[in-house]
Protein backbone atom coordinates (compact mmCIF):
# COMPACT_ATOMS: atom_id res chain seq x y z
CA UNK A 1 0.00 0.00 0.00
CA UNK A 2 1.59 3.29 -1.20
CA UNK A 3 2.27 5.87 1.66
CA UNK A 4 -0.11 9.46 0.53
CA UNK A 5 2.22 12.24 -0.31
CA UNK A 6 3.23 14.34 2.98
CA UNK A 7 2.26 18.47 2.20
CA UNK A 8 5.65 19.83 0.18
CA UNK A 9 8.67 21.33 2.31
CA UNK A 10 7.84 24.54 1.63
CA UNK A 11 4.74 24.38 3.73
CA UNK A 12 6.47 23.43 6.39
CA UNK A 13 9.06 26.37 6.87
CA UNK A 14 6.56 28.46 8.33
CA UNK A 15 5.68 26.32 11.10
CA UNK A 16 9.51 25.25 11.72
CA UNK A 17 10.87 28.73 11.21
CA UNK A 18 9.57 29.73 14.92
CA UNK A 19 11.50 26.95 16.20
CA UNK A 20 14.91 26.79 14.10
CA UNK A 21 14.98 30.93 15.73
CA UNK A 22 14.36 30.02 19.04
CA UNK A 23 17.43 27.79 18.92
CA UNK A 24 19.69 29.56 16.65
CA UNK A 25 18.83 33.10 18.86
CA UNK A 26 21.02 33.96 21.44
CA UNK A 27 19.47 33.89 25.24
CA UNK A 28 17.29 36.30 26.70
CA UNK A 29 19.00 39.24 28.03
CA UNK A 30 16.73 41.67 29.78
CA UNK A 31 19.88 44.58 30.23
CA UNK A 32 18.32 47.69 31.22
CA UNK A 33 19.10 50.70 34.07
CA UNK A 34 17.74 49.64 37.22
CA UNK A 35 14.71 51.45 38.45
CA UNK A 36 15.47 54.96 39.79
CA UNK A 37 13.48 55.41 43.33
CA UNK A 38 10.80 58.44 43.49
CA UNK A 39 12.90 61.44 45.26
CA UNK A 40 15.88 60.81 43.93
CA UNK A 41 18.64 62.93 41.22
CA UNK A 42 21.57 60.87 39.62
CA UNK A 43 23.83 63.38 38.18
CA UNK A 44 27.45 62.10 36.41
CA UNK A 45 30.93 63.07 37.80
CA UNK A 46 31.40 66.31 36.92
CA UNK A 47 28.57 67.54 35.80
CA UNK A 48 26.03 70.47 37.46
CA UNK A 49 23.48 69.95 39.09
CA UNK A 50 20.95 72.37 40.42
CA UNK A 51 18.29 71.12 43.55
CA UNK A 52 14.72 72.90 43.96
CA UNK A 53 12.42 72.87 46.92
CA UNK A 54 9.58 75.04 45.05
CA UNK A 55 8.96 71.85 43.01
CA UNK A 56 6.94 70.31 46.05
CA UNK A 57 4.65 73.62 46.44
CA UNK A 58 4.43 76.52 49.11
CA UNK A 59 1.47 77.56 51.25
CA UNK A 60 3.49 80.39 51.29
CA UNK A 61 6.31 81.91 49.03
CA UNK A 62 7.29 84.22 51.23
CA UNK A 63 9.05 81.84 53.68
CA UNK A 64 13.02 81.31 53.88
CA UNK A 65 13.94 77.73 52.88
CA UNK A 66 17.18 76.23 54.38
CA UNK A 67 18.87 72.87 53.44
CA UNK A 68 20.10 70.22 55.26
CA UNK A 69 23.13 68.44 53.54
CA UNK A 70 23.86 64.91 54.69
CA UNK A 71 26.94 63.91 52.77
CA UNK A 72 30.10 61.71 52.64
CA UNK A 73 31.46 65.24 53.51
CA UNK A 74 29.37 66.08 56.26
CA UNK A 75 26.53 67.69 57.69
CA UNK A 76 25.99 71.49 56.60
CA UNK A 77 23.40 74.10 55.83
CA UNK A 78 22.27 75.89 53.04
CA UNK A 79 19.91 78.90 52.03
CA UNK A 80 17.68 79.41 49.02
CA UNK A 81 15.48 77.73 47.31
CA UNK A 82 17.21 76.35 44.75
CA UNK A 83 20.83 74.76 45.75
CA UNK A 84 22.88 74.58 42.77
CA UNK A 85 25.71 71.76 42.66
CA UNK A 86 29.11 72.33 40.49
CA UNK A 87 31.46 69.85 39.48
CA UNK A 88 29.77 66.68 41.35
CA UNK A 89 32.34 64.40 43.27
CA UNK A 90 31.57 61.04 44.32
CA UNK A 91 31.26 62.55 48.05
CA UNK A 92 28.61 64.91 46.79
CA UNK A 93 25.82 61.98 47.06
CA UNK A 94 23.41 61.62 50.19
CA UNK A 95 20.78 63.25 51.48
CA UNK A 96 19.57 66.52 50.66
CA UNK A 97 16.23 67.85 53.08
CA UNK A 98 14.87 71.49 52.32
CA UNK A 99 12.41 73.58 55.03
CA UNK A 100 10.25 76.14 54.85
CA UNK A 101 9.19 78.31 58.14
CA UNK A 102 10.59 75.25 59.94
CA UNK A 103 8.25 72.78 58.51
CA UNK A 104 10.14 69.61 56.50
CA UNK A 105 9.11 69.94 52.81
CA UNK A 106 11.03 67.54 50.95
CA UNK A 107 13.56 65.14 50.87
CA UNK A 108 15.75 64.21 47.92
CA UNK A 109 18.91 61.36 47.72
CA UNK A 110 21.67 62.32 44.90
CA UNK A 111 23.12 60.01 43.39
CA UNK A 112 26.86 60.27 41.83
CA UNK A 113 27.60 57.20 39.31
CA UNK A 114 29.00 56.64 35.90
CA UNK A 115 27.34 53.35 33.70
CA UNK A 116 29.13 50.40 34.34
CA UNK A 117 31.97 49.08 32.51
CA UNK A 118 31.43 46.75 29.76
CA UNK A 119 32.02 43.61 30.73
CA UNK A 120 35.08 41.30 29.11
CA UNK A 121 34.19 37.69 30.18
CA UNK A 122 37.10 34.86 30.29
CA UNK A 123 35.11 31.57 31.62
CA UNK A 124 37.29 28.61 33.06
CA UNK A 125 37.09 24.73 34.72
CA UNK A 126 39.22 23.78 37.22
CA UNK A 127 38.70 20.34 36.96
CA UNK A 128 35.87 18.03 35.16
CA UNK A 129 33.77 17.56 37.74
CA UNK A 130 33.60 21.48 38.94
CA UNK A 131 30.96 24.00 38.18
CA UNK A 132 32.30 26.50 35.43
CA UNK A 133 33.23 30.36 36.37
CA UNK A 134 33.06 33.24 34.26
CA UNK A 135 34.69 36.72 35.47
CA UNK A 136 35.73 40.24 34.27
CA UNK A 137 37.89 42.92 36.15
CA UNK A 138 36.98 46.27 37.04
CA UNK A 139 39.29 49.43 36.27
CA UNK A 140 37.68 51.09 38.96
CA UNK A 141 35.44 50.03 41.94
CA UNK A 142 31.47 49.55 40.85
CA UNK A 143 29.61 52.34 41.90
CA UNK A 144 26.81 51.23 45.15
CA UNK A 145 23.67 49.55 43.85
CA UNK A 146 25.37 47.49 40.54
CA UNK A 147 24.07 44.63 39.33
CA UNK A 148 25.71 42.11 37.21
CA UNK A 149 23.64 39.14 35.89
CA UNK A 150 24.50 36.26 33.53
CA UNK A 151 22.74 33.80 31.67
CA UNK A 152 23.82 30.81 29.16
CA UNK A 153 21.75 27.94 27.60
CA UNK A 154 23.50 25.23 25.04
CA UNK A 155 23.28 26.25 21.11
CA UNK A 156 21.26 24.91 19.02
CA UNK A 157 19.08 24.10 21.83
CA UNK A 158 15.08 24.86 22.04
CA UNK A 159 15.46 25.92 25.72
CA UNK A 160 15.53 28.63 28.23
CA UNK A 161 18.29 30.40 29.31
CA UNK A 162 19.49 29.72 33.02
CA UNK A 163 20.19 33.16 34.85
CA UNK A 164 22.48 33.12 37.69
CA UNK A 165 23.71 36.35 39.86
CA UNK A 166 27.16 37.54 40.09
CA UNK A 167 29.02 38.32 43.11
CA UNK A 168 31.61 41.65 43.48
CA UNK A 169 34.97 40.60 45.17
CA UNK A 170 36.55 43.95 45.90
CA UNK A 171 39.83 42.54 46.98
CA UNK A 172 40.24 41.23 43.35
CA UNK A 173 38.16 43.88 42.09
CA UNK A 174 36.44 41.84 39.51
CA UNK A 175 32.76 40.35 39.06
CA UNK A 176 32.86 35.93 39.36
CA UNK A 177 29.46 34.44 37.87
CA UNK A 178 29.31 30.56 38.83
CA UNK A 179 27.92 28.98 35.55
CA UNK A 180 25.51 26.03 36.26
CA UNK A 181 26.20 23.50 33.68
CA UNK A 182 22.50 22.07 32.54
CA UNK A 183 22.70 17.91 33.05
CA UNK A 184 23.21 16.11 29.81
CA UNK A 185 25.43 18.30 28.24
CA UNK A 186 28.85 17.04 26.93
CA UNK A 187 32.31 18.53 27.30
CA UNK A 188 32.35 19.55 23.53
CA UNK A 189 29.13 20.55 23.21
CA UNK A 190 28.62 24.62 22.82
CA UNK A 191 27.24 26.85 25.20
CA UNK A 192 26.31 30.48 24.72
CA UNK A 193 27.41 33.02 27.46
CA UNK A 194 25.85 36.34 28.00
CA UNK A 195 26.24 38.78 30.97
CA UNK A 196 24.92 42.04 31.85
CA UNK A 197 26.04 45.06 34.29
CA UNK A 198 23.47 47.89 35.55
CA UNK A 199 22.95 50.46 37.83
CA UNK A 200 20.76 53.56 38.35
CA UNK A 201 22.68 55.23 35.84
CA UNK A 202 22.24 52.74 33.11
CA UNK A 203 23.79 49.41 31.86
CA UNK A 204 26.33 47.46 29.88
CA UNK A 205 25.60 43.91 28.03
CA UNK A 206 28.85 41.91 26.97
CA UNK A 207 29.64 40.26 23.89
CA UNK A 208 28.30 36.79 23.60
CA UNK A 209 30.76 34.04 24.48
CA UNK A 210 30.59 30.42 23.24
CA UNK A 211 32.33 27.78 24.91
CA UNK A 212 32.77 24.06 25.62
CA UNK A 213 33.30 22.59 28.87
CA UNK A 214 36.69 21.21 27.82
CA UNK A 215 38.11 23.91 26.67
CA UNK A 216 37.48 26.52 29.18
CA UNK A 217 39.49 23.50 31.71
CA UNK A 218 42.34 25.32 33.45
CA UNK A 219 43.58 23.79 36.36
CA UNK A 220 45.38 25.37 39.22
CA UNK A 221 48.66 25.59 40.33
CA UNK A 222 50.71 22.71 41.89
CA UNK A 223 50.90 22.56 45.60
CA UNK A 224 53.99 21.76 47.79
CA UNK A 225 56.86 22.46 44.85
CA UNK A 226 60.11 21.42 47.02
CA UNK A 227 63.60 21.25 45.55
CA UNK A 228 66.01 19.03 46.64
CA UNK A 229 69.80 18.48 46.73
CA UNK A 230 71.02 15.30 45.77
CA UNK A 231 74.05 13.58 47.55
CA UNK A 232 77.40 12.91 45.57
CA UNK A 233 75.63 14.71 42.56
CA UNK A 234 77.07 18.49 42.41
CA UNK A 235 74.56 18.85 39.20
CA UNK A 236 71.47 17.52 39.79
CA UNK A 237 68.41 18.99 41.53
CA UNK A 238 65.16 16.74 42.29
CA UNK A 239 62.05 18.96 42.20
CA UNK A 240 58.82 17.34 43.58
CA UNK A 241 55.41 18.91 43.93
CA UNK A 242 51.84 17.50 44.39
CA UNK A 243 48.45 17.75 42.78
CA UNK A 244 45.83 21.08 43.07
CA UNK A 245 43.02 19.77 45.96
CA UNK A 246 40.60 20.74 43.10
CA UNK A 247 41.26 17.70 40.98
CA UNK A 248 40.99 14.48 41.63
CA UNK A 249 43.28 12.37 40.35
CA UNK A 250 41.93 9.30 40.96
CA UNK A 251 40.06 9.38 37.98
CA UNK A 252 41.70 12.09 35.67
CA UNK A 253 45.39 13.28 35.56
CA UNK A 254 47.37 16.31 34.66
CA UNK A 255 50.65 16.92 32.67
CA UNK A 256 53.36 19.05 33.76
CA UNK A 257 55.91 21.72 33.05
CA UNK A 258 58.54 22.64 34.96
CA UNK A 259 61.04 25.73 34.70
CA UNK A 260 64.00 26.67 36.17
CA UNK A 261 66.90 29.38 36.29
CA UNK A 262 69.71 29.79 38.42
CA UNK A 263 69.86 33.07 40.23
CA UNK A 264 72.50 35.16 37.74
CA UNK A 265 70.40 34.11 35.01
CA UNK A 266 67.31 35.88 33.68
CA UNK A 267 65.71 33.58 31.22
CA UNK A 268 64.19 30.29 32.24
CA UNK A 269 64.89 26.58 30.93
CA UNK A 270 61.41 24.25 30.37
CA UNK A 271 60.84 20.86 30.60
CA UNK A 272 57.71 20.00 28.73
CA UNK A 273 55.57 16.61 28.93
CA UNK A 274 55.76 15.59 32.39
CA UNK A 275 53.66 13.07 33.60
CA UNK A 276 55.12 12.76 37.24
CA UNK A 277 55.07 14.47 40.01
CA UNK A 278 58.53 15.26 39.82
CA UNK A 279 61.51 15.54 38.18
CA UNK A 280 65.71 15.52 37.99
CA UNK A 281 67.13 18.48 36.50
CA UNK A 282 70.72 17.35 35.15
CA UNK A 283 72.12 20.82 34.29
CA UNK A 284 72.22 22.19 37.46
CA UNK A 285 75.00 24.97 37.83
CA UNK A 286 77.49 24.19 40.94
CA UNK A 287 76.37 25.64 44.34
CA UNK A 288 74.58 28.21 42.47
CA UNK A 289 70.89 28.45 43.90
CA UNK A 290 68.15 28.05 41.68
CA UNK A 291 64.51 29.49 41.29
CA UNK A 292 61.60 26.52 40.25
CA UNK A 293 58.17 27.09 39.24
CA UNK A 294 55.77 24.08 37.84
CA UNK A 295 52.50 24.57 36.08
CA UNK A 296 49.79 21.64 34.83
CA UNK A 297 47.43 21.02 32.06
CA UNK A 298 44.89 18.24 31.33
CA UNK A 299 46.99 15.27 30.58
CA UNK A 300 45.52 15.29 26.48
CA UNK A 301 46.06 19.12 26.39
CA UNK A 302 42.36 20.37 26.63
CA UNK A 303 41.59 23.26 27.87
CA UNK A 304 44.77 25.91 29.20
CA UNK A 305 47.75 25.78 31.48
CA UNK A 306 47.07 26.71 35.05
CA UNK A 307 49.43 29.58 36.31
CA UNK A 308 52.69 29.48 37.51
CA UNK A 309 53.55 27.98 41.16
CA UNK A 310 54.79 29.55 43.69
CA UNK A 311 58.93 30.10 43.33
CA UNK A 312 60.61 27.30 44.75
CA UNK A 313 64.90 27.50 45.39
CA UNK A 314 67.13 25.29 46.11
CA UNK A 315 71.20 24.58 45.60
CA UNK A 316 72.96 21.19 44.20
CA UNK A 317 75.21 19.22 46.24
CA UNK A 318 78.51 20.19 47.38
CA UNK A 319 81.58 18.21 48.84
CA UNK A 320 82.63 19.52 52.06
CA UNK A 321 86.14 18.95 50.90
CA UNK A 322 86.12 21.15 48.08
CA UNK A 323 84.45 23.93 50.81
CA UNK A 324 87.50 22.83 53.83
CA UNK A 325 90.11 23.60 50.80
CA UNK A 326 88.72 26.57 49.26
CA UNK A 327 88.23 28.38 52.86
CA UNK A 328 91.90 26.95 53.85
CA UNK A 329 93.79 29.70 52.70
CA UNK A 330 91.68 32.60 52.52
CA UNK A 331 91.78 31.64 56.98
CA UNK A 332 95.36 31.32 56.68
CA UNK A 333 96.06 34.34 55.02
CA UNK A 334 93.47 36.54 57.30
CA UNK A 335 95.13 35.29 60.32
CA UNK A 336 98.63 36.32 58.97
CA UNK A 337 97.42 39.31 57.94
CA UNK A 338 96.17 40.06 61.27
CA UNK A 339 99.16 39.08 63.27
CA UNK A 340 101.09 41.91 60.69
CA UNK A 341 98.51 44.42 61.97
CA UNK A 342 99.20 43.64 65.63
CA UNK A 343 102.79 43.47 65.12
CA UNK A 344 103.07 46.88 63.29
CA UNK A 345 100.45 48.25 65.63
CA UNK A 346 102.48 48.15 68.36
CA UNK A 347 105.27 49.75 67.40
CA UNK A 348 102.99 52.91 65.88
CA UNK A 349 105.60 53.61 62.89
CA UNK A 350 104.11 53.45 59.20
CA UNK A 351 106.22 52.05 56.83
CA UNK A 352 106.56 54.29 53.96
CA UNK A 353 107.62 51.38 51.64
CA UNK A 354 106.88 47.54 51.78
CA UNK A 355 108.24 44.98 49.95
CA UNK A 356 105.89 42.58 49.63
CA UNK A 357 106.71 38.57 49.22
CA UNK A 358 105.00 37.14 46.02
CA UNK A 359 101.85 34.93 47.02
CA UNK A 360 102.02 31.44 46.11
CA UNK A 361 99.09 29.10 45.93
CA UNK A 362 98.79 26.81 49.29
CA UNK A 363 98.77 23.30 49.24
CA UNK A 364 96.37 20.83 51.49
CA UNK A 365 98.74 21.09 54.16
CA UNK A 366 98.87 24.88 54.46
CA UNK A 367 102.36 25.58 53.48
CA UNK A 368 103.47 27.17 50.01
CA UNK A 369 103.81 24.84 46.74
CA UNK A 370 107.64 25.34 47.01
CA UNK A 371 107.54 24.13 50.84
CA UNK A 372 109.75 27.32 51.73
CA UNK A 373 109.05 30.85 52.63
CA UNK A 374 111.38 32.51 50.17
CA UNK A 375 113.56 35.54 51.94
CA UNK A 376 112.75 39.10 51.06
CA UNK A 377 116.42 39.64 49.91
CA UNK A 378 116.16 37.66 46.73
CA UNK A 379 113.08 40.45 45.64
CA UNK A 380 114.79 43.33 46.53
CA UNK A 381 114.36 43.86 49.95
CA UNK A 382 117.60 45.73 51.36
CA UNK A 383 118.22 45.67 54.82
CA UNK A 384 118.95 49.47 55.16
CA UNK A 385 115.17 49.80 54.06
CA UNK A 386 113.99 46.74 56.58
CA UNK A 387 115.61 49.22 59.36
CA UNK A 388 114.05 52.41 57.65
CA UNK A 389 110.79 50.83 58.17
CA UNK A 390 111.05 49.36 61.51
CA UNK A 391 110.69 46.27 60.96
CA UNK A 392 113.24 43.61 62.83
CA UNK A 393 114.41 40.26 61.76
CA UNK A 394 112.77 37.40 62.17
CA UNK A 395 109.22 39.70 63.08
CA UNK A 396 106.20 40.38 60.90
CA UNK A 397 105.40 38.66 57.50
CA UNK A 398 108.53 36.27 58.25
CA UNK A 399 107.96 35.05 61.88
CA UNK A 400 105.54 32.50 60.52
CA UNK A 401 107.25 31.31 58.15
CA UNK A 402 110.83 30.60 60.28
CA UNK A 403 110.29 26.93 61.82
CA UNK A 404 109.54 26.22 58.44
CA UNK A 405 112.33 27.10 56.61
CA UNK A 406 114.42 25.49 59.35
CA UNK A 407 112.42 22.09 58.97
CA UNK A 408 112.98 21.88 55.29
CA UNK A 409 116.66 23.03 56.21
CA UNK A 410 117.46 19.90 58.38
CA UNK A 411 115.62 17.58 56.44
CA UNK A 412 117.26 18.08 53.47
CA UNK A 413 120.73 17.96 55.35
CA UNK A 414 119.51 14.93 56.02
CA UNK A 415 118.80 13.43 53.02
CA UNK A 416 121.91 14.52 51.52
CA UNK A 417 124.08 12.79 54.36
CA UNK A 418 121.61 9.88 53.66
CA UNK A 419 122.16 9.89 49.38
CA UNK A 420 125.85 10.37 50.36
CA UNK A 421 126.20 6.89 53.03
CA UNK A 422 124.26 5.04 50.05
CA UNK A 423 125.94 5.97 47.30
CA UNK A 424 129.70 5.33 49.27
CA UNK A 425 128.11 1.82 50.30
CA UNK A 426 127.11 1.00 46.68
CA UNK A 427 130.41 1.59 45.17
CA UNK A 428 132.34 -0.42 47.82
CA UNK A 429 130.39 -3.35 46.78
CA UNK A 430 131.12 -2.64 43.29
CA UNK A 431 135.16 -2.32 44.30
CA UNK A 432 135.38 -5.61 46.36
CA UNK A 433 133.40 -7.58 43.34
CA UNK A 434 135.52 -6.20 40.97
CA UNK A 435 139.11 -7.43 42.96
CA UNK A 436 138.09 -11.14 43.23
CA UNK A 437 137.44 -10.87 39.22
CA UNK A 438 140.63 -9.81 38.95
CA UNK A 439 142.34 -12.30 41.19
CA UNK A 440 144.94 -14.97 40.14
CA UNK A 441 143.30 -18.15 40.11
CA UNK A 442 145.08 -20.75 43.05
CA UNK A 443 148.19 -22.46 41.49
CA UNK A 444 148.59 -20.71 38.72
CA UNK A 445 152.54 -20.44 37.87
CA UNK A 446 153.45 -23.71 40.20
CA UNK A 447 154.50 -26.89 39.54
CA UNK A 448 152.13 -29.63 40.04
CA UNK A 449 152.65 -31.92 42.74
CA UNK A 450 152.48 -35.69 42.04
CA UNK A 451 151.56 -38.58 44.32
CA UNK A 452 155.15 -40.83 45.44
CA UNK A 453 153.75 -44.53 44.74
CA UNK A 454 156.27 -46.97 45.69
CA UNK A 455 157.90 -48.72 42.94
CA UNK A 456 156.67 -52.05 41.62
CA UNK A 457 158.53 -55.27 42.55
CA UNK A 458 158.60 -56.52 39.31
CA UNK A 459 160.30 -53.38 37.63
CA UNK A 460 163.80 -52.66 38.70
CA UNK A 461 164.22 -49.50 40.32
CA UNK A 462 166.51 -47.84 37.81
CA UNK A 463 163.62 -47.94 35.47
CA UNK A 464 161.03 -45.98 37.46
CA UNK A 465 161.89 -41.69 37.53
CA UNK A 466 162.02 -40.16 40.35
CA UNK A 467 160.60 -37.04 38.58
CA UNK A 468 158.83 -36.26 35.51
CA UNK A 469 160.20 -34.56 32.58
CA UNK A 470 160.14 -31.25 33.09
CA UNK A 471 157.67 -29.44 30.74
CA UNK A 472 157.80 -25.62 29.51
CA UNK A 473 155.62 -23.70 31.60
CA UNK A 474 152.79 -22.08 30.18
CA UNK A 475 152.86 -18.36 30.37
CA UNK A 476 151.02 -16.76 33.20
CA UNK A 477 148.83 -13.36 32.36
CA UNK A 478 150.50 -10.46 34.82
CA UNK A 479 148.35 -9.13 37.16
CA UNK A 480 148.75 -5.68 38.66
CA UNK A 481 146.39 -6.24 41.91
CA UNK A 482 147.58 -9.67 42.74
CA UNK A 483 146.20 -10.21 46.33
CA UNK A 484 147.81 -13.64 46.27
CA UNK A 485 150.99 -11.76 47.40
CA UNK A 486 149.72 -9.69 50.33
CA UNK A 487 147.70 -12.57 51.39
CA UNK A 488 150.60 -15.65 51.17
CA UNK A 489 152.30 -15.13 54.18
CA UNK A 490 155.72 -15.08 52.49
Not at 371 to 389: I, Y
Request: glycine content about 10%.
Amino acid sequence: MARPPGPPLPALLPALLPALLLAAAPPRRPCAPTGLPPDTVLGRPGANVTLSCRAAGLANDTDPVSWELETRRGRRQALGDALPLRGLQRDDAGRYSCRAGGRPLRTLRLLVQEPPEAPRVSCYRRSHDRDVLCEWPLRAKPAPGTRATLWAKRRFAAENATEQQCRYFSKAQKFVCRLKVPPGTDDNQPLVVSTCVRNGAGSAAGEDKIITLSGVLKPDPPLNVTVQALERWPQRLRVSWAYPSSWDPRFYWLRFQVRYRPEPARTFTEVDQVTQTWLDIADAWRGTRHVVQVRAQEEFGHGAWSEWSQEAVGTPWTDPRDLTSELAPFSSQVGRGRGRQRLRGGRGAAPSHHHSLPQFPEGDDGAYGYGATLPPELFGAEPAEEAASGELPGAGGRAGAAPFTFLVAGGSLLLGIALFVGIVARYRRRWGAGGRRGAKPAGAGQHALLPLAPPSPSSPLSETPLLPPASPPAPAPFHVTNLDYFFSGK
